[in-house]
């Protein structure tokens, strides 16, 4: 038995990381999988980064990461990425300036150089893991799909297992080509109801059949919301609202 824990979306969001690195502790997992998104909208992208590196250097070979389209959006900010993302969504693009700021470089050049996507193979389960989907690091894949649009936006891939996350929504699908899709959710922008954390728990066999399981887990948000108050910037009343 191998067990995974999957994380996603995780936002800058501090006390969300906490908050699910103890249930993982609980879960004692063999690897872990983080699909991308670690800063922009959140309150503290230094200690977010930092440990992910820190989960990185203790897992070693068992730890996978990708880039999600928030990360790259940090690394690549340009004045006109800076201007449209403004006027688009005023809160993430001043958000996206202020990040830009506080974030220390050699964190930014992490995420820079992390991989779009990546292929890995447990127990001959052959996985898949992208931040949107195999063809497009920003491409949706929500739970209201029809099958054959999700089978439409996987074909590319030939795994068996395609894990991504970046709607910050859970869901999962069965499709008639054997492939399974499931989106981890978000840790630290969780868009379900209630807005709590969510990561994914997988179990492979030896067999490679696997098991999952999407974990919800409690903190509090109020106190997150006043993190993101307090750095201030205009329209940060917004992004606060979002939690
Ligand atoms: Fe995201």
């Given at each position: 038995?191998?067990?995974?824990?999957?994380?996603s979306?995780?936002?800058?969001?501090?006390?969300?990381?906490?908050?699910?690195?103890?249930?993982?502790?609980?879960?004692?997992?063999?690897?872990?999988f983080c699909l991308g998104d670690l800063?922009?909208?959140?309150?503290?992208?230094?200690?977010?980064?930092?440990?992910i590196i820190?989960?990185k250097?203790?897992?070693?070979s068992?730890f996978e990461i990708i880039q999600g389209n928030?990360d790259k959006?940090?690394a690549y900010?340009?004045?006109?990425?800076?201007?449209?993302?403004?006027?688009?969504?005023?809160?993430?693009?001043?958000?996206?300036?202020?990040?830009?700021?506080?974030?220390?470089?050699?964190?930014?050049e992490f995420v820079k150089n992390l991989p779009e996507k990546k292929s890995v193979?447990?127990?001959?389960?052959?996985l898949e893991l992208v931040h949107g989907s195999p063809r497009n690091q920003s491409?949706?894949?929500?739970?209201?799909?029809?099958?054959?649009?999700?089978?439409?936006?996987?074909?590319e891939s030939?795994a068996?297992?395609i894990l991504c996350g970046h709607?910050?929504?859970?869901?999962?699908?069965?499709?008639?080509?054997?492939?399974?899709?499931?989106?981890?959710?978000?840790?630290?922008?969780?868009?379900?109801?209630?807005?709590?954390?969510?990561?994914?728990?997988?179990?492979?066999?030896?067999?490679?059949?696997?098991?999952?399981?999407?974990?919800?887990?409690?903190?509090?948000?109020?106190?997150?919301?006043?993190?993101?108050?307090?750095?201030?910037?205009?329209?940060?009343?917004?992004?606060?609202?979002?939690?």
């Amino acid at each position: 038995m191998i067990k995974i824990a999957v994380i996603s979306d995780i936002h800058a969001n501090k006390l969300a990381l906490e908050a699910v690195l103890e249930d993982i502790n609980k879960f004692n997992p063999d690897k872990i999988f983080c699909l991308g998104d670690l800063i922009l909208a959140g309150y503290n992208p230094n200690y977010v980064v930092s440990k992910i590196i820190e989960l990185k250097e203790k897992f070693k070979s068992n730890f996978e990461i990708i880039q999600g389209n928030t990360d790259k959006m940090v690394a690549y900010c340009t004045p006109e990425l800076l201007e449209k993302t403004k006027s688009a969504f005023p809160c993430m693009g001043y958000s996206l300036e202020d990040d830009v700021k506080i974030t220390n470089k050699e964190y930014i050049e992490f995420v820079k150089n992390l991989p779009e996507k990546k292929s890995v193979e447990i127990n001959g389960l052959k996985l898949e893991l992208v931040h949107g989907s195999p063809r497009n690091q920003s491409e949706n894949i929500y739970p209201d799909l029809k099958n054959d649009e999700v089978e439409d936006m996987v074909k590319e891939s030939n795994a068996d297992l395609i894990l991504c996350g970046h709607t910050h929504i859970p869901c999962g699908y069965t499709l008639n080509s054997g492939k399974t899709v499931i989106n981890a959710g978000s840790v630290g922008r969780s868009m379900t109801k209630d807005k709590m954390p969510v990561y994914l728990q997988i179990t492979v066999d030896d067999k490679g059949q696997f098991y999952s399981e999407h974990r919800i887990i409690k903190y509090d948000i109020e106190q997150v919301k006043r993190h993101i108050l307090s750095r201030g910037f205009s329209h940060v009343e917004d992004l606060a609202d979002m939690f």
